[in-house]
Structure formats: C-alpha cells, structure tokens
C-alpha cells in the first residue's frame, strides 16, 4: 500500500470527522504498514456512527475524484492568516521544519503535512474502516484504501455472511439476534456464577493427619473457571491451607480438566508448581507460582492426579 494515497485518504477522513462532530480534532499520530494504516485521535469521545458516516462521505469524495491542492508557506502563522481553520501538530512543525506545507482536499480539509499526496481522491479509490479501538481518551481508527480496502470488505461480507448463518439470522436482523444472544449468556453466566460459589462453598475441608495441612479438595464438572481461581485466592488466605480443585471441562470435543493448586504462603516447603508437574506428568499443561498454579490435563486421569496431589501434601512433612 503507498503510503501517499493511504495518508490522503487519511485526511479526508479525519476532515469529515471534523464536520460531523464541529471541532478541529488532535490527530497525535499516523502509523502506515504494509497491510493496514492507523490513526490516532485525541477526544473525550467519538461514536461508531460517526465514524462511519464520515467513512461514507470520504467514499464519495473519492467518486467524485476530489482535488488535493499543495501550499507552500514560510510560516505556520502566514498559513493560518490563509486557512483560519488549519489543523496542525504545532509543536512538531515548529520544531522540525522551516518551511509549511499545507494540503488542502478541495472544499473539505486543510492540514499542516510533510509527506506527499496524492493529486486527487480518486486514487484511493476505496477506503474502508477495519477496527475501532480506545484508550483513556485516545482513539485508534485501523484503515486500508485501494485493493486492500476492497478485499478487506469481501472479506467481511463473508464473516458476517457466516454469523447470520451461526445466529440463524439475515443482514437485517442480525444485530438485534447477537444483542438478544448476549443478554441471554449474561443471565446464564450469572445462574453458573452462582452454581459455581454454591458448589465450592459446599466443600468440607479437612486437616491431613501427618502434616496437618487443611487440604479443600474438589472435582467438579462445568464450572465456572474464574470464580474457581477466585474461591481459592480467598481459601488461601486462611494459614497452613491448600487448595485442589479440577474442572472437567464439558465440551464435547475437549478432552481437558483444569486443575488449580494453590497453597498459603506460610507453606514455603510445598512448590504448588514443581507438585504439580510430578503429579500430572506428560498429561499437565500450565503451572504457575510456588504458591498458585493453573494447570490442564487429560480428563481422563483427573482423579488420579488429585489424588496424586493430595496424598503428596497429606505426607509432608512441615
């Protein structure tokens, strides 16, 4: 992709954003790589349709074949007694160079910029938003332009294509099917959240003869993983405790339990992690901390390897 029409396209972009919201926004910077471009814009707030209204407005100035028009100006001030509404990086122009360039998209856009253009819209020929993402008041828009831009939206109509026919939905209607799916898996989420403490809060724990260890030992089936990394956080808090709890993992293709082993710190002489490898053996994945590990292993040897586990720490000696 050349970076000449992708920044174009760029400032006409940002100069329909401007229209749209009424203010002259800080770009702090753009970013041009092979595949795709970024811009990243400085405000409070920017909303979705915006955005791609302003999307649809670059398009058809790109139909159009909009001119871009090069100034030359000895000063940043000469240029604004010109353009009153020029958009600028100052601090950069100031220090950087000693000349201005400004680019001008014919009755659109007016920017302070150093790198080449292209000598009218048409030339990006398409231009498309890829991803819109946020931080703290910092807006990063993904683009591409030209093929990319075109294959890139093939793209998409595909995976949307394929999501209504997940959903059972069409074009039409898909949004309001995914939102009505959502809702839908935060009351079931929250019903197995609650499963999920009432299950753990139900196990009786028990004190090893030997190393009088308490030990909160589980095997469980399609639980929630989060609150059971959660519950033994909390379990291990309480002095010479250690926490064992396995999670079969209940999709049908996924031949995984989950193990969390964790222990309180005043336990210095049990190494949750290295305890967990010689217990699981080629079947664990995972580890962790001396104190904290979270581990997968083949189902089918989860009982042994709890067992494994528990009798290791019932038979420690402290």
């Given at each position: ?272 992690d290295r305890l967990f490898r010689e217990s699981s053996g080629n079947d664990g994945r995972g580890g962790g901390k001396p104190h904290f590990v979270i581990g997968t292993v083949n189902k089918q040897r989860v009982v ?15």
């Amino acid at each position: 992709m050349h970076n000449k029409i992708a920044h174009t396209a760029e400032h006409a972009f940002i100069g329909s954003l401007q229209k749209l919201i009424g203010k002259t926004l800080h770009v702090r910077k753009v970013e041009h790589r092979q595949a795709d471009n970024s811009v990243y814009i400085t405000t409070p707030h920017l909303d979705l349709e915006l955005i791609i209204r302003a999307q649809s407005e670059v398009n058809s100035l790109i139909s159009t074949g909009r001119k871009v028009i090069t100034h030359s100006f000895v000063s940043l001030g000469e240029a604004k007694k010109r353009f009153p509404n020029l958009r600028a990086n100052e601090e950069r122009i100031e220090k950087e160079f000693t000349s201005i360039r400004v680019i001008e998209i014919e009755g659109h856009d007016v920017a302070a910029c150093a790198m080449d253009h292209a000598n009218d819209l048409s030339e990006c020929i398409f231009f498309l938003v890829k991803k819109v993402s946020k931080s703290g008041n910092e807006h990063e828009i993904n683009f591409v332009v030209e093929k990319q831009a075109k294959e890139t939206a093939i793209s998409l109509s595909l995976k949307l294509l394929n999501i209504c026919s997940d959903v059972g939905a069409n074009f039409n209607t898909v949004e309001n099917t995914i939102r009505k799916l959502k809702v839908e898996n935060e009351i079931y989420l929250s019903k197995l959240k609650n499963l999920t403490k009432e299950k753990l809060d139900n196990i009786v724990s028990y004190t090893a003869d030997r190393s009088k260890i308490t030990i909160i030992r589980g095997i469980f089936s399609g639980l929630l993983e989060s609150e059971i990394r959660s519950y033994a956080g909390r379990r291990i808090t309480e002095y010479n405790t250690v926490v064992v709890i396995a999670n079969i993992i209940q999709e049908f293709d996924d031949p995984s339990a989950s193990i969390v082993l964790a222990r309180n710190e005043s336990l210095v002489g049990i190494d949750c992690d290295r305890l967990f490898r010689e217990s699981s053996g080629n079947d664990g994945r995972g580890g962790g901390k001396p104190h904290f590990v979270i581990g997968t292993v083949n189902k089918q040897r989860v009982v042994d390897i709890v067992n494994n586990i528990v009798n290791a720490i019932s038979n420690q000696k402290l």
